[in-house]
């Protein structure tokens, strides 16, 4: 069964600091790992990293995949109260669904 | 382009009730997946379907069921509500299935937040 850890769960912080989110994943047959945004309801899609893309940046967002260490994580530069939201990462392995962990809980503080 | 579009937004029902909460996938998606999401187990996938049919299944009770149209648009049924039922339900559209088309990535919509007392 995949297996998808976040951390932390929380994270407070004031406009302009730079955050870093954290996913580790335990799949029998890595396919993708995905990071989605929170806000309200709909999770966004942000990236997805294959073994072929391990980077992704957007703007002040970036992401990377360290597919030896089985883990991920999201970069957030210059952070703003829009940022604020729950940071899902989720897995597409073997299971043939979205294995999704728990989440982060980034608060930006102005 | 038209997102995903749920419906109801908020729906409040009854133990032992039964409800229906609908789903348009983007135009053109053909496979919507259904996700339960609760604070303590966060999102947990209930079911795919992919071109009428049910691709895949999660553990979930066989209370939860679900179809597809031939217009990709899908329904999940909850028979016999329990409280522990209260969830946002999200789905999730994508061109292909995950076992297929695994690098499609998925769009959400907004959900429906059902809560049974």
């Known amino acids: 069964e995949d297996k998808v850890v976040q951390s932390p769960l929380s994270l407070v912080v004031h406009e302009g600091d730079t955050v870093t989110l954290n996913c580790s994943y335990e799949v029998t047959n890595f396919r993708s790992l995905l990071w989605y945004k929170q806000e309200k309801k709909a999770p966004t899609f942000l990236f997805m990293l294959t073994s072929s893309g391990i980077e992704k940046k957007s703007g002040r967002l970036s992401s990377i995949l360290d597919k030896k260490e089985l883990f991920s994580i999201l970069n957030i530069t210059a952070t703003q109260t829009g940022d604020s939201a729950v940071y899902l990462c989720a897995d597409s392995g073997s299971a043939r669904q979205l294995t999704f962990g728990s989440g982060t809980q980034l608060t930006v503080l102005p | 382009k038209a997102g995903v579009t749920q419906t109801p937004r908020y729906l409040i029902k009854t133990r032992g009730q039964q409800v229906t909460l609908s789903c348009s996938p983007i135009s053109g998606h053909r496979s919507v997946s259904w996700y339960q999401q609760t604070p303590g187990q966060g999102l947990q996938f209930l079911f795919e379907?992919?071109?009428?049919?049910?691709?895949n299944k999660g553990n979930f009770p066989g209370r939860f069921s679900g179809r597809q149209f031939s217009n990709s648009r899908s329904e999940m049924n909850v028979s016999t509500l329990e409280l522990g039922d209260s969830a946002l339900y999200l789905c999730?559209?994508?061109?292909?299935?995950?076992?297929?088309?695994?690098?499609?990535?998925?769009?959400f919509g907004s959900g429906t937040r059902l809560t049974v007392v």
């Open positions: 379907y992919f071109s009428e049919t049910q691709r």
């Open positions: 999730a559209s994508s061109l292909g299935t995950l076992q297929t088309s695994p690098n499609y990535g998925y769009t």
